[in-house]
């Protein structure tokens, strides 16, 4: 029997479900990859996204080759491009792992239902969350709405079930290239329509492993602290690698949790505190699971301000935002952060989403898109359930509005301004006490440390304490309509 494996977000040999029942049942297994070229063409993902796919890509189809399995791939349109390869590789069956986005969704039925009737079946696999959605439920079935309610609930069901996390399945007979349409290297960036660029967090599910051991020898046993700091390694820095299946969480948890076995060396507050990142990871795809209209619109219809309608100064304060020059340093940082690395802190991307939702009041959907196109770790479930959270229109509400002050926000997360300094070169020179709020040097100042506010580096676009002030008014008036 041939089965043919349809990697997607999924890159790895280890515990990957589909890929280990192919193996286990099938004499030959084919492995494919479909470049979504109505996708790659919508612009929704930026570069560094891409590049970070084609590196996993490039391990992947090395991992593969060692256990037997040739890794072939496609472009086009990906239901064509699927059923196409299966025919032509004259597959009994097809294996993939379940994917929860809409669109993933809509595809993948499309792709099942040609196949029937074709007279072909496909299996597939939970493997991208530990507990699909309709694992974790309320006590009347209904799906949960509040963090801390699905935590506790996801708790008792890994005490359950406690799932398992699978071997790199045993070598195969090997199998030939089977389709001429394929070839055996891949694309590059460039021939996809990006530009080529080195991902900085590296790719692959090797350097993932890697990784993840080295977060969990030493940063993890201080997670709690060290994970509001944007200056230091404090997080895993793991998120493309779960966004591209380059790690399964399954692992990565049992290993952490491990960790609290082994030695007594673990700190309990501190590796729970990790695992309950990896927890929001589930619950936000839970959210978009049971609620796919969020993927459109707010979760829930909450009384906040309008946003500012399109304009001169709307587009200005959207490109001082995207590029980095609102005059708020802990934003411009963050901000040049995601642009030159294609990831932000946590920390820091809640400070920009609030500062641009809040101070600048434009639209979250705005703010996601760009996200979207910037991360590496791009992801429409995690991505959009923190925007909407930011924007108080999300699941978790809670009375009034989160505003983040990014002045105190940043005397207290970067206190010495080291993460300020890297991204904000012209600001290096600046002192601790001025650095989080370079405005109120005084001409003396600013000519003693080379930082002319209004040329070397933006006055602030607006003013904070004003800005919040007529956000809330705002509020105030769309909650007595
Ligand atoms: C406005 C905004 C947009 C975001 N967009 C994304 C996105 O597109 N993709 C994405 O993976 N994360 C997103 N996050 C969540 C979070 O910022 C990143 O997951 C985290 O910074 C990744 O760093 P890390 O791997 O070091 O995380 P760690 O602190 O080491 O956490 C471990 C893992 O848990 C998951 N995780 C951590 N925090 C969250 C969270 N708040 N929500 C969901 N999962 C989480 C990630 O998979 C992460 O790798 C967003 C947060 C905000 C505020």
Redesign the pocket.
Known sequence: MRGLVWFRRDLRVHDNPALSAAVEECDEVVGLFVFDEPLLRSGIFGSACVNFMLGSLEHLASSLAGIGILLQWRRGEPVEEVIREAHDCKADLIYWNRDYEPRAKHRDRQVQQQMAGMGMSARTFKDHVVFEAEEVRGVTGEPLQRYSAYRTRWWVKWQTVKPVALPVPKPIKPTRPLSSQCMSTLPSANDLGYDVLTPWIEPGEHQALKRLRSFLNGPIHRYSDG?NLPASDG?????PH??FGTLSPRMAIHAALRTLAENGRGSRVDVLA?VD??I??EF?QQVLTAFPQVAEGPFRNAAIPRSRRPGPERYRFFQAWCSGHTGYPIVDAGMRQLNQTGWM??RV??VV?SFLIKDLRIDWQSGERY?MHQ?L???VA??N???QW?ASTGTDAMRGYRIFNPALQSKKFDPDGTYIRLYVPELASVPVNRIHEPHLMSPEEQDRYACHIGVDYPTPVVDHRQARQEYLNLGKQQVRR
Do not use: I
């Not at 997080?235 to 998120?239: G, K």
């Open positions: 994970r997080s895993s820095r793991l998120s779960f966004r990790w990142e990896l929001w990871r936000f802190h946590n991307r809640m989403a996200f991360l770790d791009a992801d995690a991505n359930g923190n925007w930011c």
